[in-house]
């Protein structure tokens, strides 16, 4: 009988109960003997300068204040961003530090009271004063001229392959054209938040944070003390979509206020901070060059890229990642600049670079099959490539042509109308779009320690985070089908500082990275096993291929053995082992992506330009699928913030001040339900061995990267109208529409 448990079963989440009922336990909830002292964030109100005059004294004497921490008082720290060599998420992240403002809202000072009302009232005390920077930048463009370092995720800022100009020039249908997207906000459901503690030698910090080996070592950098001396914790986040990969605001702020005062101390950011005080997504301006015979064939592909940078923070997103990798070409040009601004940290952002680099490349992609004069679907067909185009690699498994075929029967594609604007009912105007999608495919180094206890438990650690995503299920699912246990047998132990080193959440990366070095934990815990057995002679000396672990039993030749049968013979209360995974040569000698096709179908008020998505249907190539129930809520929510990158969402910066104006969730628009359609998921399951020792790959930002460009593409089939700057509002499209 299948292991219901088993990799590849739809197992409900087995942190599910905790959740519902709330006894997980998220950052800001965690208890203690004395309730923690609450810190609010004071705002510096320009975007750049210092602070000429900082007055305090009311806000001190205000009723239930603890203290008023500032750069006068706040305990001694490293400068911000240093060492520069160290990368950006073990630098020190300084706040209070000297006079100087590095953002609009950046934290002037830290109000610490007995509630939050008594701080955040006593903040509003506090009287400041500036001496702006009349230079400050608060904006980038095509003028940024910056060649990052390198981009996330390692890539290299430029990539040149054959002659760009000449193939372009000599091109029969060329396309040059320029696309926008606007500031964005990653809008996790939980605010960032800390508690910080210190007892006079150890600091312990419960926040929420992807990645928590570096965060250890950007505390102890920040705040100079030892890192053996700093734990961190995050067993459950509430959402994080990049911007909490790292350390934040509000942590190093907690922290302060735990060591200047010695008591817990809690800060968690209003909605209104987020949007200042955790990073966004900046700008960006893609021009995108596409040259092509006449039959359709792709010669040329050139991808600019323009994005702000925060000033003194090392970020650049590698929006020309698809145009690197999706389709066969002869020529390619690649580019990326940034300009640092006076702005608030830009960081990673749902699926960074491949989201919004797909939403452009993918449209362009479009416009290009429409000037040669072929079907879309057909156009992308067309220019499949046998080799990474970029790299000129193999790749490890490549499956995108399956993938849109499929799509397309599924979809019903072949019933679309070719000439856009063609279709309407009553008064709506009726759209099909399609889009590729490809995600880069990452392995990450990790460790596990697993202990099998003699009462047939086995408990497993490691310092990896659950952002939602289900890690503590895939991770149950791996130790239940490789030691032959129930799921309730296995206990998953995440989020702790002082538990093995693993991957952390991001990039698409946990679970396959985690679940690899748990797997390999799980094998030699069955090494371990068979070994106990003939040491104490309850088997031969059969071959350990031949060993079967069943329902707590090792089967081998005529005996059947239960763990706790073994472990009680040798005397050991438990076993303990290791495993770990990190990337070899299947990862240095192969390209390595997800796949995807995304279909969608969208109605247009050819009345008001309102755009109402119909249905969209996405079918998807990840290799073994650990579990299909997370795979698809993954899938899901990528396409739902897909559309939201076409439609909805925009950071409106008022340029002066460098300032968010929409810092809620009441005017930052983020679909809800009335705005999602019928979503239709289906997945390709084939098992890639190159990919990691489970065959799996990344999922969680696969389907971001497409779905917006699918969405775009049908409201230009269904009107006619090519809206180049996102989000796609009515008013851009009203004064085109037909009558």
Same mark, same amino acid.
């Given at each position: 009988?299948?292991?219901?448990?088993?990799?590849?079963?739809?197992?409900?989440?087995?942190?599910?109960?905790?959740? !519902?009922?709330?006894?997980?336990?998220?950052?800001?909830?965690? /208890?203690?003997?004395?309730?923690?002292?609450?810190?609010?964030?004071?705002?510096?109100?320009?975007?750049?300068?210092?602070?000429?005059?900082?007055?305090?004294?009311?806000?001190?004497?205000?009723?239930?204040?603890?203290?008023?921490?500032?750069?006068?008082?706040?305990?001694?720290?490293?400068?911000?961003?240093?060492?520069?060599?160290?990368?950006?998420?073990?630098?020190?992240?300084?706040?209070?530090?000297?006079? =100087?403002?590095?953002? =609009?809202?950046?934290?002037?000072?830290?109000?610490?009271?007995?509630?939050?009302?008594?701080?955040?009232?006593?903040?509003?005390?506090?009287?400041?004063?500036?001496?702006?920077?009349?230079?400050?930048?608060?904006?980038?463009?095509?003028?940024?001229?910056?060649?990052?370092?390198?981009?996330?995720?390692?890539?290299?800022?430029?990539?040149?392959?054959?002659?760009?100009?000449?193939?372009?020039?000599?091109?029969? %249908?060329?396309?040059?054209?320029?696309?926008?997207?606007?500031?964005?906000? /990653?809008?996790?459901?939980?605010?960032?938040?800390?508690?910080?503690?210190?007892?006079?030698?150890?600091?312990?910090?419960?926040?929420?944070?992807?990645?928590?080996?570096?965060?250890?070592?950007?505390?102890?950098?920040?705040?100079?003390?030892?890192?053996?001396?700093?734990?961190?914790?995050?067993?459950?986040?509430?959402?994080?979509?990049?911007?909490?990969?790292?350390?934040?605001?509000?942590?190093?702020?907690?922290?302060?206020?735990?060591?200047?005062?010695?008591?817990?101390? $809690?800060?968690?950011?209003?909605?209104?901070?987020?949007?200042? *005080?955790?990073?966004?997504?900046?700008?960006?301006?893609?021009?995108?060059?596409? @040259?092509?015979?006449?039959?359709?064939?792709?010669?040329?592909?050139?991808?600019?890229?323009?994005?702000?940078?925060?000033? @003194?923070?090392?970020?650049?997103?590698?929006?020309?990642?698809?145009?690197?990798?999706?389709?066969?070409?002869?020529?390619?040009?690649?580019?990326?600049?940034?300009?640092?601004?006076?702005?608030?940290?830009?960081?990673?952002?749902?699926?960074?670079?491949?989201?919004?680099?797909?939403?452009?490349?993918? #449209?362009?992609?479009?416009?290009?099959?429409?000037?040669?004069?072929?079907?879309?679907?057909?156009?992308?067909?067309?220019?499949?490539?046998?080799?990474?185009? @970029?790299?000129?690699?193999?790749?490890?498994? =490549?499956?995108?042509?399956?993938?849109?075929?499929?799509?397309?029967?599924?979809?019903?594609?072949?019933?679309?109308?070719?000439?856009?604007?063609?279709?309407?009912?009553?008064?709506?105007?009726?759209?099909?779009? !399609?889009?590729?999608?490809?995600?880069?495919?990452?392995?990450?180094?990790? $460790?596990?320690?697993?202990?099998?206890? /003699?009462?047939?438990?086995?408990?497993?650690?490691?310092?990896?985070?659950?952002?939602?995503?289900?890690?503590?299920?895939?991770?149950?699912?791996?130790?239940?089908?490789?030691?032959?246990? #129930?799921?309730?047998?296995? $206990?998953?132990?995440?989020?702790?500082?002082?538990?093995?080193?693993? #991957?952390?959440?991001?990039?698409?990366?946990?679970?396959?990275?985690?679940?690899?070095?748990?797997?390999?934990?799980?094998? *030699?815990?069955?090494?371990?096993?068979?070994?106990?057995?003939?040491?104490?002679?309850?088997?031969?000396?059969?071959?350990?291929?031949?060993?079967?672990?069943?329902?707590?039993?090792?089967?081998?030749?005529?005996?059947?053995?239960?763990?706790?049968?073994?472990?009680?013979?040798?005397?050991?209360?438990?076993?303990?082992?290791?495993?770990? %995974?990190?990337?070899?040569?299947?990862?240095?000698?192969?390209?390595?992506?997800?796949?995807?096709?995304?279909?969608?179908? %969208?109605?247009?008020?050819?009345?008001?330009?309102?755009?109402?998505?119909?249905?969209?249907?996405?079918?998807?190539?990840?290799?073994?699928?650990?579990?299909? $129930?997370?795979?698809?809520?993954?899938?899901?929510?990528?396409?739902?913030?897909?559309?939201?990158?076409?439609?909805?969402?925009?950071?409106?910066?008022?340029?002066?001040?460098?300032?968010?104006?929409?810092?809620?969730?009441?005017?930052?628009?983020?679909?809800?339900?009335?705005?999602?359609?019928?979503?239709?998921? +289906?997945?390709?399951? +084939?098992?890639?061995?190159?990919?990691?020792?489970?065959?799996?790959?990344?999922?969680?930002?696969?389907?971001?990267?497409?779905?917006?460009?699918?969405?775009?593409?049908?409201?230009?089939? /269904?009107?006619?109208?090519?809206?180049?700057?996102?989000?796609?509002?009515?008013?851009?499209?009203?004064?085109?529409?037909?009558?």
């Amino acid at each position: 009988m299948t292991n219901p448990a088993a990799i590849g079963q739809p197992l409900d989440r087995v942190d599910g109960p905790l959740k !519902v009922t709330g006894r997980a336990t998220y950052a800001a909830e965690h /208890a203690f003997d004395q309730p923690p002292l609450i810190g609010w964030m004071v705002e510096a109100t320009i975007p750049a300068g210092r602070i000429k005059r900082l007055d305090t004294g009311a806000a001190e004497a205000s009723p239930g204040v603890a203290a008023v921490l500032t750069h006068h008082n706040a305990p001694a720290q490293t400068p911000f961003g240093e060492p520069d060599d160290k990368g950006r998420f073990t630098q020190s992240r300084a706040m209070l530090f000297d006079e =100087h403002i590095r953002y =609009h809202g950046f934290p002037v000072a830290l109000v610490i009271a007995d509630t939050l009302a008594n701080a955040r009232h006593a903040g509003a005390l506090i009287e400041i004063s500036y001496e702006p920077d009349e230079e400050a930048v608060t904006t980038a463009g095509e003028e940024a001229d910056e060649v990052p370092g390198e981009l996330d995720g390692g890539m290299e800022p430029d990539l040149f392959k054959g002659d760009f100009e000449h193939a372009y020039d000599d091109a029969e %249908v060329t396309l040059d054209v320029t696309y926008t997207t606007p500031n964005q906000a /990653a809008a996790a459901m939980e605010p960032h938040a800390t508690i910080a503690d210190f007892d006079g030698d150890q600091l312990v910090v419960y926040m929420s944070v992807q990645l928590i080996g570096p965060s250890v070592k950007a505390l102890a950098n920040t705040l100079k003390i030892d890192p053996d001396k700093v734990r961190v914790l995050s067993p459950y986040i509430g959402g994080g979509f990049g911007s909490k990969l790292g350390v934040h605001n509000e942590a190093i702020l907690a922290c302060l206020g735990a060591l200047h005062l010695g008591r817990p101390v $809690k800060v968690v950011q209003h909605r209104r901070h987020v949007f200042h *005080n955790a990073p966004h997504r900046g700008n960006s301006v893609q021009r995108i060059q596409l @040259g092509a015979s006449r039959d359709g064939k792709l010669q040329a592909i050139g991808h600019e890229s323009f994005m702000p940078m925060a000033r @003194g923070y090392e970020f650049a997103e590698p929006t020309g990642a698809s145009a690197r990798t999706t389709y066969r070409t002869d020529a390619i040009k690649s580019t990326h600049r940034v300009k640092s601004t006076d702005m608030p940290l830009a960081d990673s952002c749902r699926a960074p670079g491949h989201a919004i680099g797909s939403l452009a490349f993918e #449209s362009a992609i479009d416009e290009m099959a429409y000037q040669c004069g072929q079907d879309p679907l057909a156009f992308r067909l067309g220019n499949m490539p046998d080799r990474d185009p @970029g790299t000129g690699q193999p790749f490890a498994s =490549h499956d995108l042509a399956e993938c849109l075929r499929e799509g397309a029967e599924k979809f019903g594609w072949p019933s679309r109308e070719p000439q856009p604007g063609s279709r309407s009912q009553g008064r709506q105007l009726i759209g099909y779009g !399609v889009a590729s999608t490809i995600r880069l495919n990452i392995l990450v180094p990790s $460790k596990t320690r697993i202990r099998l206890s /003699a009462d047939g438990t086995l408990t497993a650690w490691a310092d990896m985070t659950d952002i939602g995503t289900g890690t503590y299920t895939i991770l149950t699912q791996i130790a239940a089908e490789t030691m032959g246990l #129930s799921a309730d047998r296995i $206990k998953i132990e995440l989020g702790d500082s002082r538990y093995p080193s693993s #991957s952390g959440s991001g990039g698409s990366f946990g679970a396959a990275s985690s679940g690899s070095a748990l797997l390999n934990a799980c094998e *030699n815990m069955r090494t371990r096993l068979l070994e106990s057995a003939r040491e104490q002679g309850l088997i031969g000396d059969e071959p350990a291929d031949d060993a079967r672990f069943e329902n707590g039993q090792l089967i081998l030749g005529d005996k059947t053995l239960s763990f706790t049968e073994v472990l009680n013979k040798s005397g050991a209360a438990y076993l303990e082992t290791d495993g770990e %995974v990190e990337p070899g040569d299947d990862h240095d000698n192969y390209s390595q992506h997800s796949y995807g096709a995304q279909f969608a179908e %969208v109605h247009v008020d050819r009345d008001t330009g309102e755009v109402r998505v119909q249905r969209l249907l996405g079918v998807f190539s990840a290799g073994r699928i650990l579990n299909p $129930k997370t795979a698809r809520s993954q899938l899901l929510g990528g396409m739902v913030w897909g559309l939201s990158y076409a439609l909805l969402e925009e950071l409106m910066l008022d340029e002066r001040y460098g300032a968010f104006m929409n810092r809620d969730l009441a005017e930052y628009h983020l679909p809800v339900n009335r705005d999602m359609p019928t979503i239709d998921i +289906h997945f390709r399951e +084939h098992p890639d061995p190159r990919s990691n020792p489970l065959g799996s790959k990344g999922i969680g930002e696969l389907s971001i990267c497409g779905a917006g460009a699918a969405v775009a593409n049908a409201v230009y089939h /269904a009107t006619g109208v090519r809206v180049r700057d996102f989000p796609i509002t009515l008013d851009k499209i009203l004064r085109h529409l037909p009558e």
